[in-house]
């Protein structure tokens, strides 16, 4: 499968913006649904965090399924586990094992609380915050690839499915992971179907610009329905992961041809860092506003802390991809040195990562 520019530009672009939603999602304090208050800035909070920001990682778990698939890996399936391994695994390794002894004397002597609790020590507990057996690892956004790794694992099952009995693979795979027949080896059951239908785009060669003429329609259709999940406080949200994606891409069309889309563009190459490293840095700058913070407004800081984070990330790339030519670039799974937009669109192993503080997307 060969993307045009203007598609390649369209999933770039894409790509930046939901890591960035990623981030800001992710940004404390988590408040449940329930737990909601009446003001205008709880509201619109909720907004973003409990309903616009969801679609992040349907979004993203699409276009993986869309570029795995289109590219053929499926078909050749020690291609695909070499390559995953490089690009995803050792990442997930890279950025989530050196977190556990961190983790460890954060919890042991500044009383922090994670969603991973390393003592009194359990092998499980250990088990699951380094490599995500059954529960997100210690470096929580990284369960987004714990559970990619095992959709590559099913790519090729997934590929002959596509290709000999998509709509009927569609409906065995909506049954097997919604009604949870997989157990724990996918933790989140919409990204088994998103991925699969990804690869359906791709495989069944949909025309991904049939939508454009609506963007404006589906994308207010969008705001409309994540509206509606916070007025009427509406705690599942699978309805809206699975559209999301089809009222959201429409409007990247309209978004790359805007000044602002050229800068998203050449923003994506930092994607993938951002999404491997923001959580402990969100986390310290939640640690540090919680002890120093008390005359900057919570709004503010809640608005700030994504900015800056990402600003931090941003800055922290192009020195290590300056000190650190060789190795940088096989840490985040790029395999070059990271100049260019990397990992390239096809590489990039693209982010529900879950909340912060335990909370699950």
């Not at 640690?287 to 941003?314: C, D, E, F, K």
């Not at 840490?331 to 070059?336: E, M, W």
Request: proline share 7%; aromatic share 14%.
């Amino acid at each position: 499968m060969t993307l045009d520019h203007g598609l390649r530009d369209r999933i770039a672009l894409l790509r930046f913006v939901m890591i960035f939603g990623v981030i800001m999602l992710h940004t404390p304090q988590y408040v449940p649904m329930a737990e909601i208050g009446n003001g205008w800035f709880d509201a619109t909070k909720a907004f973003f965090q409990l309903a616009v920001f969801r679609a992040t990682v349907p979004v993203l778990t699409v276009i993986s399924g869309f570029l795995l698939f289109g590219a053929a890996l499926d078909r050749a399936p020690a291609r695909l586990f070499s390559k995953k391994a490089r690009t995803i695994l050792l990442p997930f390794l890279c950025f989530n094992l050196p977190l556990l002894p961190l983790a460890l004397g954060a919890q042991l002597f500044a009383g922090v609380e994670m969603s991973a609790q390393l003592w009194p020590f359990e092998p499980m507990a250990w088990l699951n915050a380094a490599f995500g057996l059954t529960a997100s690892p210690v470096n929580y956004p990284l369960n987004f690839l714990r559970d990619l790794l095992v959709l590559i694992l099913l790519a090729p099952a997934f590929g002959w499915l596509l290709r000999n009995y998509a709509w009927p693979g569609l409906v065995l795979v909506s049954v097997v992971f919604f009604k949870n027949y997989d157990g724990v080896l996918v933790l989140r059951d919409v990204m088994a179907v998103l991925f699969y239908v990804g690869g359906m785009a791709a495989v069944r060669g949909w025309n991904l610009r049939l939508l454009d003429r609506y963007a404006v329609p589906c994308f207010l259709l969008f705001l409309l329905a994540c509206a509606a999940i916070v007025h009427f406080r509406v705690a599942n949200t699978t309805y809206l992961r699975l559209i999301a994606p089809f009222l959201i891409w429409p409007a990247t069309a309209w978004l790359a041809a805007s000044r602002l889309g050229p800068w998203l563009v050449g923003m994506s190459k930092y994607s993938f860092f951002m999404f491997l490293a923001h959580a402990p840095v969100l986390l310290l700058t939640w640690l540090l506003y919680s002890r120093y913070g008390s005359a900057l407004p919570y709004p503010l800081y809640w608005v700030m802390a994504p900015v800056l984070v990402t600003a931090i990330l941003v800055a922290a790339y192009r020195i290590a991809n300056v000190l650190m030519p060789r190795l940088f670039p096989l840490l985040i799974g790029a395999g070059r040195r990271a100049r260019q937009p990397a990992p390239a669109v096809g590489a990039m192993p693209v982010v529900d990562a879950p909340q912060a503080a335990g909370a699950k997307l």
